[in-house]
């Protein structure tokens, strides 16, 4: 804008959406990590998220906790699979359990979302197989 402020919307979320979620919403990982590049290279005096309000300061830090949350998750979700083939489902429990998820319908119908973006990135980067087996993959 022309007062220098970056209105992110859902693209980065605030400090603290970020501390309170391990797994953060996103349905595209690849589209997302590029996105935070972009991000982290803008030079502004003031940031607007959606969730989060204004933040006056460093906008490249917060965007490189956002994509080191996002690179966690994804090396535990890898970690879960290379351990023992499971379902989404399976993996999304898992999950859950390890980052201490509430248990709840809501939780696991967002977690299970972004459980199904990880693995379509996993499988895109050949890192992981994905198969169907007695109706569930």
Known sequence: SPDNVLYVADAIFGEETL???AVLF?????????SFKKLAACR????????????????????????????EVKEVINRFILNEPLSIDELTRNLMKHYKI?????QFTLTRVCVNAFVTQLEAEKKI???MSD???
Do not use: W
């Open 102 to 106: 509430p248990e709840n319908i809501t």
């Open 129 to 131: 197989e994905m198969f």
């Open 26 to 34: 996103y349905t595209n990982i690849n589209d997302t990590l590029n």
């Open 44 to 71: 502004v005096d003031a940031c607007v998220f959606y969730h989060g309000g204004l933040m006056q300061g460093d906008l490249a830090s917060v965007v490189a906790r956002h994509e080191n949350k996002m690179l």
């Open 19 to 21: 501390d309170k979620h």
């Open 135 to 137: 109706g569930m993959m």
